[in-house]
Nanobody, 115 residues
């Protein structure tokens, strides 16, 4: 059974940094792509960053230059390094894995950025 578990969220001041981690219960090589999404109260869930099995990355315009997605294949973990955080980055951040057409979600981790 595929499980994704996020960690690393918390409260940080504007301009600060956080590093989110998503640990998979299976080899991340088995995923076609893995990504981070976020959902703020009253908003739809939106894509933040994605990384393919080949290592290609893509980012939402709002986070380009500030966030970096990466893979640790040995630990079956995907990270999201978030720098220069802004209050508008406040949201629940979810990890998602796509594997042979199936979508798997983690439970989410709260990120709160104070001004």
């Amino acid at each position: 059974q595929v499980q994704l578990v996020e960690s690393g969220g918390g409260l940080v001041q504007a301009g600060g940094s956080l590093r989110l981690s998503c640990a998979a219960s299976v080899s991340i090589f088995s995923f076609n792509a893995m990504g981070w999404y976020r959902q703020a109260p009253g908003n739809q869930r939106e894509l933040v960053a994605v990384i393919t099995s080949g290592g290609m990355t893509n980012y939402a315009d709002s986070v380009k230059g500030r966030f970096t997605i990466s893979r640790d294949n040995a630990k079956n973990t995907v990270h999201l390094q978030m720098n220069s955080l802004k209050p508008e980055d406040t949201a629940v951040y979810y990890c998602k894995g796509v594997k042979i057409g199936n979508h798997y979600w983690g439970q989410g981790t709260q990120v709160t950025v104070s001004s």
